[in-house]
């Protein structure tokens, strides 16, 4: 589990840039029962394309180094 949350915060890590590049953000706040809670903020936080964002970016990217993981939530 340890080294699964490594890896998870690793990917968000480079993720980062290019949202923080369009004025947004995401933030890793827990891993639990195979599922990412994060936190999307600035312009990311209202973006119409944040649901894209989250299923076929971050989630994607995710999945492909975690298979464990079922899926990634966006807390508000």
Do not use: W
């Not at 599922?35 to 990311?44: D, H, L, Q, T």
């Amino acid at each position: 589990m340890q080294k699964e949350e490594e890896i998870i915060i690793e990917i968000i890590d480079n993720l980062r840039p290019f949202l923080i590049n369009d004025g947004g953000d995401v933030q890793f706040l827990k891993y639990e029962n195979n599922i990412v809670y994060i936190k999307m903020s600035g312009a990311c936080a209202n973006c119409h394309m944040l649901d894209l964002t989250i299923k076929e970016g971050i989630e994607a990217a995710i999945k492909s180094e975690v298979p464990s993981v079922k899926k990634v939530v966006n807390v508000n």
